[in-house]
């Protein structure tokens, strides 16, 4: 099967720390893939890296056969993105939200009406959509930046940690909205996520990332079988240890230097 994502030796230095050391790894199109690790182990950073956030030290980078370095505009076309942090304006309503992200990313404006009410319909969100986003639960505006990162059609669809602070039935009806897109459109799903019990029962592989370094790759059942445990949590505690990480261990410099790139490339 072809590969909707294929990074090569990915590499990214803050000054004398590296974050992210010579990683490797092909996403299938139409897959759903997880990309697990502590906290400080190098995913967002790698995900900052293939949403053209971060400029990799080293390394090639290519979403849809476009090299994301080279051709940052048609890789940005082709993927969309729900960060952890919430990025809508909340003195807009809900479908105001829409038309902007449709007017950023070039949705011909004789198509926008119509890709703004499936997005909003796909989430359950349509009936809401003149409801200002500050009297959204924040449930709904999980969903609401899931339903703005499809409007413009994107081949794969990054969510770093979709399902953060949420009650158990919020983060189940997220998951059957991102495995619906996943079978219905065939669309690629790339995600983050602590919950391991999540990544169990929706990803079709997994990788696992620890001191920058991929330390272990394969389905469920593949991780299971070579590390010896019943569970894919067990499983990842044995590979990363037990221990408690700090989320900023990465080095000052590094969050510093995140902390100061401006939201212009934020989507």
């Known amino acids: 099967m072809q590969n909707i994502l294929s990074v090569k030796s990915l590499t990214k230095k803050f000054d004398d720390f590296t974050a992210v050391k010579d990683i490797s790894f092909d996403v299938e199109t139409g897959s759903i893939f997880a990309f697990l690790g502590p906290n400080g182990a190098g995913k967002s950073t790698t995900i900052k890296m293939l949403t053209t956030v971060l400029k990799p030290t080293s390394g090639e980078i290519s979403i849809n056969g476009f090299n994301v370095l080279k051709e940052q505009d048609k890789a940005r076309a082709s993927f969309g993105i729900v960060f952890q942090d919430h990025s809508l304006d909340e003195e807009l309503t809900a479908y105001e939200n829409m038309v902007y992200h449709a007017v950023v990313y070039k949705v011909p404006?004789?198509?926008?009406?119509e890709r703004i009410q499936k997005a909003l319909e796909i989430v359950g969100l349509?009936?809401?959509?003149?409801?200002?986003?500050?009297?959204?639960?924040g449930g709904m505006k999980r969903r609401l930046e899931i339903a703005r990162a499809l409007v413009h059609y994107p081949k794969i669809l990054f969510l770093d940690e979709p399902t953060v602070g949420l009650d158990p039935q919020t983060r189940n009806s997220i998951w059957t909205h991102i495995k619906k897109l996943n079978e219905e459109r065939k669309m690629t799903i790339f995600l983050t996520t602590h919950y391991m019990e999540e990544a169990e029962s929706i990803a079709d592989q997994i990788a696992i990332i620890d001191h920058g370094k991929i330390i272990e790759s394969g389905t469920v059942e593949e991780i299971r079988k070579r590390t010896e445990t019943e569970s894919l949590e067990e499983a990842f505690l044995k590979l990363t240890g037990r221990d408690l990480r700090d989320?900023?261990?990465?080095?000052?410099?590094?969050?510093r230097t995140i902390r100061g790139m401006g939201r212009r490339n934020r989507h």
Not at 130 to 137: A, L, T
Not at 247 to 255: A, D, I, L, S
């Open 109 to 113: 404006k004789k198509e926008r009406a």
């Open 126 to 137: 349509w009936d809401r959509r003149e409801d200002y986003v500050k009297k959204y639960s």
């Open 247 to 255: 989320e900023n261990n990465e080095t000052g410099n590094k969050m």
